[in-house]
T-cell receptor, first 114, second 114 residues
């Protein structure tokens, strides 16, 4: 079946540091890949997505590239801010699975210190 | 604000009881998804409805059921509740079918089973 693996953290960084959160996946077909962010007490918000191999999704300074050869979709940001503190979820949607429901990783709790 | 509303925000009940969670999707969105977020299982897809019809099932227990009404709001019914059903339940909606579409998440209903 489908699965997503990501580092769980917590990941603690200083403001302006470089961020990488690793995400790898297993899927039966050719999935679309997503990063969602969850701020305390809120629902999930789409951060970025990529729908085919070599696509790069980007938003708010965050980037991730769909790498089919390594089945990865690592999230990066060049300079993090305190306001980026949240839980980040890597997810996939696999058309071969017959449903549009997302398969999520466990989530990575990111803490940015001033 | 994603435009997806969920009620109630919090629900506390006892084992063996039955509860109903309600979701109103974004205006015009035909597809509704239900997810469960728990500490041990993470975020799991439960079930999807599209324009009133069940489209796909994920890891939904037989004690759980859902429906989508003609006005497109959806309800998730949880019965014979167990302690392990305590979790955050999210509803999400999207405008169309297909794996690459963005899902918009509600703020969730926190269920506590005592």
């Amino acid at each position: 079946g489908n699965s997503v693996t990501q580092m769980e953290g917590p990941v603690t960084l200083s403001e302006e540091a470089f961020l990488t959160i690793n995400c790898t996946y297993t899927a039966t077909g050719y999935p679309s890949l997503f990063w969602y962010v969850q701020y305390p007490g809120e629902g999930l918000q789409l951060l970025l997505k990529a729908t085919k191999a070599d696509d790069k999704g980007s938003n708010k300074g965050f980037e991730a590239t769909y790498r089919k050869e390594t089945t990865s979709f690592h999230l990066e940001k060049g300079s993090v801010q305190v306001s980026d503190s949240a839980v980040y979820f890597c997810a996939l949607s696999d058309p071969g699975g017959g449903a549009d429901g997302l398969t999520f990783g466990k989530g990575t709790h990111l803490i940015i210190q001033p | 604000d994603s435009g997806v509303t969920q009620t109630p925000k919090h629900l506390i009940t006892a084992t063996g009881q039955r509860v109903t969670l309600r979701c109103s999707p974004r205006s015009g969105d035909l597809s509704v998804y239900w997810y469960q977020q728990s500490l041990d299982q993470g975020l799991q897809f439960l079930i999807q409805y599209y324009n009133g019809e069940e489209r796909a099932k994920g890891n939904i227990l037989e004690r759980f059921s859902a429906q989508q009404f003609p006005d497109l709001h959806s309800e998730l019914n949880l019965s014979s509740l167990e302690l392990g059903d305590s979790a955050l339940y999210f509803c999400a909606s999207s405008a169309s079918l297909g794996p690459s579409g963005e899902q918009f998440f509600g703020p969730g209903t926190r269920l506590t089973v005592l």
